[in-house]
């Protein structure tokens, strides 16, 4: 079972339109949660760090449910420039360590038309 | 811009070659990281340092590759006697970390590498 799972997609809607993206995560010592946003032939970029009391900010919505090892990201009100790759992330602290490095989800493609 | 920088943004090489990448973390990070990407795959971590200290290695790093961060600054990574199979996109974040927590990382812009 890999690590981090995401569905690719794409997912293909039109402007104004609420989508959801959904993660699983195998490891359940992970303690760090994150989305990542790469657009085409770019770096990734943080969205936003997921929290375990959830977390919004503007249009985005981020939940973590803990026991089912699931991380979700809700856009609301799409615009064409959400159109990009979304990036679950997860890290966990090794016994006696500190954060290192970060665990990648392969991505889901978003293609929001006009 | 005081982001993560990497030098060069493309490299085209050929097979046997050796490459040196280079990264300027954001300046007050501690911790420097590298990845490596390829097509329709996230990020794959390779290592990464705690000022000049590195700290852990992935399996992917084999033998070819090398990295370094001799003054905690800047980093370099040089694959040695290049292979096509070594042809990605090799990322750079830095973050900041001043005790247990959640930190972030933040990317640099990345050198494309082609191994012909």
Redesign the interface.
């Known amino acids: 079972r890999k690590e ?1 799972e995401q569905d690719p997609g794409p997912f293909n809607v039109p402007e104004g339109a609420t989508v959801a993206f959904n993660c699983t995560y195998s490891n359940s010592a992970s ?2 949660f ?1 989305w990542y946003r790469q657009d085409c ?6 969205l936003m ?1 997921v929290y375990s009391s959830g977390n919004e900010d503007g249009r985005f919505t981020a939940q973590l449910n803990r026991a089912s090892q699931y991380i979700s990201l809700l856009i609301r009100d799409s615009k064409l420039s959400d159109s990009a790759t979304y ?1 679950c ?1 997860v890290n966990f ?1 090794p016994p006696g360590g ?10 889901t493609k978003l293609s929001v038309k006009p | 811009d005081t982001g993560v920088s990497q030098n060069p943004r493309h490299k085209i090489t050929k097979r046997g070659q050796n490459v040196t990448f280079r990264c300027d973390p954001i300046s007050e990070h501690n911790r420097l990281y590298w990845y490596r990407q390829t097509l329709g795959q996230g990020p794959e971590f390779l290592t990464y340092f705690q000022n000049e200290a590195q700290l852990e290695k992935s399996r992917l790093l084999s033998d070819r590759f090398s990295a370094e961060r001799p003054k905690g600054s800047f980093s370099t990574l040089e694959i040695q006697r290049t292979e096509q199979g070594d042809s990605a996109m090799y990322l750079c974040a830095s973050s900041l970390e001043f005790g247990p927590g959640n930190y972030e990382q933040y990317f640099g812009p990345g050198t494309r590498l082609t191994v012909t």
Not at chain 1, 41 to 46: A, G, I, N, V, Y
């Open positions: 981090v303690q760090s994150f032939r770019k770096e990734p970029k943080l760090s990036l992330v602290l500190s954060q290192g490095n970060l665990i990648f989800g392969k991505g």
